[in-house]
């Protein structure tokens, strides 16, 4: 059963339909180069702890599942993050600036909130039938797990890639960056109106 509940937590991740978050994780991504690696797995984890504080609030019945905004939420943190990351990148190419990298860790925290009442909606579904606290925090301990895996499979994944074109190629990574930037906030420009209009 726990297995089951760890598979439902990475292929909620890692599946074709979630690119709305795979794109999320991208923008963390591109936020430093990857030789500050040190930095991605800290905004990741700020994105973590946020969306595993939201899956347990939704659980433990503290807040609505289905809400209507949550979605173009999803969407439009996507933009914000890609354009705030725009703003701190073409002001501080280097990334050195401390206070961006505060500002951006609670914003992706607050962030990761809102992405966890999506993962939410998937979860407290499977345990609404179940009884005994130990049994549902083991359910919710497994998927978060799953979850957390496929986030660092996928961010191990873009790090081997930023690498080798940022680093090893050398090709443009500033400019590179930037358009990257740029066009994650268009998709999730596209997604937002997607999902308002659906």
Same mark, same amino acid.
């Given at each position: 059963?726990?297995?089951?509940?760890?598979?439902?937590? %990475?292929?909620?991740?890692?599946?074709?339909?979630?690119? /709305?978050?795979?794109?999320?994780? !991208?923008?963390?991504?591109? !936020?430093? +180069?990857? &030789?500050?690696?040190?930095?991605?797995?800290?905004?990741?984890? +700020?994105? !973590?702890?946020?969306?595993?504080?939201?899956?347990?609030? $939704?659980?433990?019945?503290?807040?609505?599942?289905?809400?209507?905004?949550?979605?173009?939420?999803?969407?439009?943190?996507?933009?914000?993050?890609?354009? &705030? /990351?725009?703003?701190?990148?073409?002001?501080?190419?280097?990334?050195? /600036?401390? #206070?961006?990298?505060?500002?951006?860790? &609670?914003?992706?925290?607050?962030? #990761?909130?809102?992405?966890?009442?999506? %993962?939410?909606?998937? *979860?407290?579904?499977?345990? +609404?039938?179940?009884?005994?606290?130990?049994?549902?925090?083991?359910? %919710? !301990?497994?998927?978060?797990?799953?979850?957390?895996? $496929?986030?660092?499979?996928?961010?191990?994944?873009?790090?081997?890639? $930023?690498?080798?074109?940022? /680093?090893?190629?050398?090709?443009?990574?500033?400019?590179?960056?930037?358009?990257?930037?740029?066009?994650?906030?268009?998709?999730?420009?596209?997604? *937002?109106?997607?999902?308002? #209009?659906?």
């Amino acid at each position: 059963m726990l297995e089951t509940f760890f598979k439902i937590g %990475f292929h909620h991740l890692t599946e074709s339909g979630a690119w /709305d978050h795979q794109l999320f994780l !991208a923008t963390i991504a591109l !936020a430093y +180069a990857p &030789v500050q690696w040190r930095k991605w797995i800290a905004l990741a984890t +700020a994105f !973590a702890i946020g969306h595993t504080a939201a899956i347990a609030s $939704a659980t433990l019945g503290w807040v609505p599942l289905g809400l209507s905004w949550v979605e173009p939420a999803i969407a439009a943190s996507i933009v914000v993050l890609a354009m &705030v /990351d725009l703003v701190l990148l073409m002001r501080d190419p280097l990334r050195q /600036d401390r #206070g961006g990298y505060w500002f951006l860790l &609670v914003l992706i925290l607050a962030f #990761g909130f809102v992405h966890g009442l999506g %993962f939410g909606s998937a *979860f407290v579904p499977l345990v +609404a039938m179940e009884e005994g606290t130990g049994r549902i925090l083991s359910m %919710f !301990a497994s998927f978060t797990l799953g979850v957390e895996v $496929a986030q660092l499979l996928i961010l191990g994944v873009f790090w081997v890639v $930023a690498l080798i074109v940022f /680093d090893l190629l050398q090709w443009h990574p500033l400019l590179l960056r930037k358009a990257l930037l740029v066009l994650i906030a268009l998709k999730g420009t596209l997604i *937002f109106w997607g999902s308002v #209009g659906g």
